[in-house]
């Protein structure tokens, strides 16, 4: 069964104070693993698609990396307005057409 | 419209009640996603359309739901005699195709049965 596990559930930084999130996952073959966040009352906004393991992709200061069985979501230097929380999801090889996602990292940075 | 629309944003019904929820994807996406999110969980995948036709339903959760997208472009999640249970945020997304690429979600309909 494709399942995705992320951790912790939560996370408070003191502003400036980098971190990572973690995103592990059991899949039958990977076609991409996503990141999103997520704003209270919101529906999930797109962060990242990766493919392949190795594959790095940054934005201002969130870095996104893959390995085969987890992916991280590093954040560098955080401000309050990074507060949210970060979903992570798997598109399954095999023909599957649906993410599946884990529970989400609820992510709170004060000032 | 630019973005994924959804409607109502807010629903409250009593228990055994019928309720539909709207769904307008973004134009041009012919893949359209049905997910449900409860208070501190990640959304979870209910069904998925390829134009019109239901390509995958093994997400609903027995046979209370249905959804239809009858032109391939708005869909419909149909909710017959509600339940408390189903208290809980329902996520409208669509993509391009259904092969590759990210999804784009609504701001969800949040359901409450009393």
């Known amino acids: 069964e494709d399942q995705v596990t992320q951790s912790p559930e939560a996370l408070r930084l003191q502003e400036g104070e980098s971190s990572s999130l973690n995103c592990s996952y059991t899949v039958s073959g990977l076609r991409g693993l996503f990141w999103y966040r997520q704003d209270p009352g919101k529906g999930p906004e797109f962060l990242f698609t990766l493919y392949s393991a190795g594959e790095e992709k940054e934005k201002e200061r969130l870095k996104a990396t893959l390995t085969k069985k987890e992916s991280f979501l590093h954040i560098t230097a955080p401000k309050p307005e990074d507060s949210a929380t970060y979903l992570c999801?798997?598109?399954?090889?095999?023909?599957?057409?649906?993410?599946?996602f884990g529970q989400g990292t609820r992510l709170t940075i004060n000032p | 419209g630019a973005g994924v629309s959804q409607t109502p944003s807010n629903k409250v019904t009593e228990k055994g009640k019928y309720v539909e929820l709207r769904c307008d994807p973004i134009s041009g996406h012919t893949a359209l996603y049905w997910y449900r999110q409860s208070l501190g969980q990640g959304p979870e995948f209910l069904i998925y359309f390829q134009g019109t036709g239901a390509a995958d339903d093994s997400g609903l959760p027995n046979d209370r739901f249905f959804a239809v997208r009858p032109e391939g472009s708005v869909s419909t999640l149909k909710i017959q005699r509600t339940e408390r249970g189903d208290s809980a945020v329902y996520l409208c997304?669509?993509?391009?195709?259904?092969?590759?690429?990210?999804?784009?979600f609504g701001e969800g309909s949040r359901l409450t049965v009393l």
């Open positions: 999801a798997v598109q399954p090889g095999q023909g599957a057409q649906k993410l599946v």
């Open positions: 997304a669509s993509r391009m195709n259904s092969n590759t690429g990210e999804l784009f």
